[in-house]
């Protein structure tokens, strides 16, 4: 074998081999002993698999392409709601400055801690 296989390609042959067991097929079956089980011809096993195949991966396509949205969506409303946080967070920082409450806290703890000692 020159090349690995994908993953898709590994998830194909695995269903094949559990159809394969499943249906009773020889386990040396080929494309012809498919299409004879199945009773068509080889031409038309290979036009379904062709059709069936892009039909699958739009399918796939699809799925992805909405989910992408989905997360898309739910990443724009966690940036708001982020930003929102950020901005209330700068706004009482500020607050904090301006009502100097550092120092007050400060302040406070230093009355309490000679009050403490006192007794």
């Not at 898709?8 to 386990?27: D, F, S, T």
């Not at 089980?37 to 080889?42: D, E, L, Q, T």
């Not at 940036?79 to 400055?97: M, P, T, V």
Request: with cysteine; hydrophobic share 35%.
């Amino acid at each position: 074998m020159a090349e690995t296989l994908s993953k898709e390609e590994v998830a194909v042959l695995i269903q094949a081999k559990k159809i394969q067991k499943a249906r009773g097929l020889p386990k040396d079956f080929d494309v012809s002993k498919v299409c004879r089980a199945a009773g068509i011809s080889r031409k038309t096993g290979y036009q379904w698999a062709d059709k069936e195949t892009p039909a699958l991966r739009k399918k796939e396509l699809s799925e992805v392409v909405t989910r992408l949205n989905q997360l898309e969506s739910e990443h724009e409303e966690l940036q708001n709601l982020y930003d929102q946080i950020c901005f209330e967070n700068e706004g009482r920082k500020l607050a904090w400055e301006i009502h100097r409450v550092e120092e007050y806290l400060e302040l406070k703890k230093n009355i309490s801690k000679r009050k403490n000692n006192k007794k």
